[in-house]
């Protein structure tokens, strides 16, 4: 059980909530309190407060709030338990003395075993000369494997003899994704010769770990997998030692891999994260957003580099960042730049910095000899682009440099684009809406059943939405007088011919049960295809390998229930 008296009050004494939330969210001063853009929802004008006196946080936004212990919770994602044990071992508070075994949280146990997995790794590569003279040649020292907390993985199951060694649950690091279970019931390590990046949180715990091979094997790179505590794309690498940098300099300077990060945090260039994925997920930019309002993107120079680039840059604008794009084809990637410059800094960088205009242009004029096909290409992702954009100072400026370079008005596209495609919306539907109301105007139990099974936000179209919603309402007066009243309202002058030529139709020609079943059978296909074609979109733009999948397996149920499966 937890001794609550000791174990609360020494935590909340040795961690000043502004000090905690301070690593997470960039706060400035606001009377008593401090205040900073919330972290728990995204928003553009700063409504999260904390109190120091009070030891206390609010979001006026989203309203979160409570104590360091609270925060700590939300913010990693973890129960109480988990964040009473992050608070203390950041204080240096030994837990043992206060929790039980069996009262300890699953992220606690995970980021225990993760720490013991580290340091077997650092001590397999302080005997493995070959490694160290490997990791000499990219240029990193004893202090830098240090830092970095580097390790290596050998193929001599010395994890696992540890784990037996010392007697340990097994099954505590299968969770952490360390170890597996084989078929046939023996135990593999999941990392083995190769190099070991541990991937660590702002609050200084090791939730997973990549792993590098020296040669040419395949699959390069090697990660942890989805743990309680450790999901890719939910996290930065080397954040919790470039976060203080990133807050100075006001942005941060994006990379793909871990050599990438350390090549560039080592020379010098500290306000740098690694994404250690295809592209930036909307996560990640959530969270630099939080400390800056700028991000260059300096992926690899090759074609996969850049396509990831220009897969990266609608995320990071629709979270309200200013981008921009590190190119020099001289080099290949970061840490090729880093060995061949003589002069490493902020300046040195910045004259290669290109806004997403040129970026995008420089991109597409590359790709397409057709010119005409590749202004095309180039003013539809800037289209795309800004209009995702949700902070309208950005999209103003945004605007204004599309209109400035290429002399494109970017306002005029967007409201064309949404005039358009409200408009062939409206069209698709019209025919089905017409035939429905026509057929509620014209038969009381045909209007009930459709009453029942339409919902009034399936309407495009305002006019066709307000006559359903008034035959609707006039189901309990008179039949024929409401028909007759809504005959004449205002909202149906446009469809009137339309409506009243069916309903002579229906007269003559009574709807049975099949029709009206045909017709709900067809609005569900409908807006079964509106979703589907709606995932199809979040698809196209996600990252997010863990997402991919979820948004995939909702998207089968869709297709099966649209082929008449349940």
């Known amino acids: 059980m937890f001794n609550y008296e000791d174990l609360i009050f020494k935590i909340k004494e040795l961690n000043p909530i502004d000090s905690v939330v301070s690593e997470y969210v960039k706060l400035k001063k606001s009377g008593k309190s401090l205040k900073g853009l919330c972290p728990f929802h995204s928003e553009k004008t700063p409504s999260f407060f904390v109190n120091p006196q009070g030891g206390y946080f609010y979001c006026f936004g989203c309203g979160k709030g409570g104590d360091v212990i609270t925060f700590i919770q939300y913010i990693e994602n973890v129960d109480f338990k988990d964040a009473v044990e992050i608070l203390a071992r950041k204080s240096g508070i030994d837990v043992k003395n206060y929790i039980n075994n069996q009262d300890r949280g699953i992220a606690s146990i995970i980021f225990e075993v993760n720490k013991l997995a580290c340091e077997v790794y650092q001590n397999n590569l302080k005997k493995n000369q070959n490694v160290l003279s490997y990791l000499e040649k990219r240029g990193l020292n004893n202090d830098d494997i240090f830092l970095f907390m580097l390790g290596y993985a050998d193929g001599e199951r010395t994890l696992l003899k540890k784990i037996n060694e010392k007697k340990l649950n097994i099954d505590d690091f299968i969770k952490a994704g360390l170890v597996v279970k084989n078929d046939d019931g023996r135990y593999r390590e999941v990392f083995y010769n190769r190099i070991i990046f541990p991937i660590v949180s702002i609050t200084g715990n090791i939730i997973g770990f990549g792993g590098r091979v020296l040669g040419d094997e395949t699959p390069k790179y090697v990660n942890t997998q ?44 500290k306000n740098v994260v690694a994404q250690l994925g295809t592209a930036c997920t909307e996560n ?22 850049q396509n990831a680039t220009m897969r990266s840059i ?26 061949k410059s003589q002069n490493m800094s902020q300046d040195f960088l910045k004259k290669d910095f290109y806004d997403i205009v040129k970026f995008s242009s420089f991109f597409f004029f590359k790709r397409e000899k057709d010119k005409m096909l590749a202004k095309k290409h180039l003013l539809t992702f800037l289209l795309n682009s800004i209009n995702g954009i949700q902070d309208n100072s ?24 949404d005039r358009n495609t409200k408009l062939e919306n409206e069209e698709t539907q019209s025919n089905i809406y017409l035939e429905i109301i026509s057929l509620m105007l ?37 039949w024929e007088n409401s028909v007759d009243l809504i005959l004449k309202n205002d909202k149906i002058f446009n469809f009137k011919s339309k409506i009243i030529e069916r309903m002579e139709y229906f ?30 979109t979040q698809l196209k733009n996600c990252t997010d390998d863990e997402e991919k999948d979820r948004l995939l397996e909702i998207k089968t149920l869709l297709i099966r229930k649209l082929k008449g499966g349940k």
């Open 394 to 417: 950005l999209k103003f400026l945004y605007r204004d440099i599309v209109k400035k370079e290429l002399g494109f008005d970017v306002d005029v596209q967007i409201n064309k684009v």
């Open 442 to 478: 014209s038969n009381k139990d045909a209007c009930k059943t459709f009453c029942s099974e339409i919902e009034e936000g399936d309407f495009l179209d305002l006019n066709l939405k307000g006559i359903f919603v008034s035959i609707c309402n006039s189901l309990d007066e008179r």
């Open 314 to 339: 609608p995320i990071l604008l629709k979270e309200g960042l200013i981008v921009e794009v590190y190119k020099n084809e001289n080099f290949k990637d970061p840490d090729e730049l880093v060995k």
């Open 284 to 305: 990640q930019a959530r969270i630099l957003k939080k400390f800056c309002e700028k991000v260059v993107i300096m992926y690899d120079s090759d074609d996969a580099g």
């Open 226 to 269: 989805k743990t309680p505590v450790y999901t890719k794309g939910d996290f930065l690498y080397g954040l919790n030692l470039s976060r203080k940098y990133i807050s100075e300099e006001n942005y941060a300077i994006l990379v793909e891999g871990y050599m990438d990060f350390i090549s560039l945090y080592k020379s010098g260039i």
């Open 507 to 536: 007269s003559q020609n009574l709807p049975d049960e099949k029709k009206i079943k045909d017709i709900l059978s067809i609005l569900k296909r409908k807006k079964l295809e509106k979703k589907i074609k709606e995932l199809d």
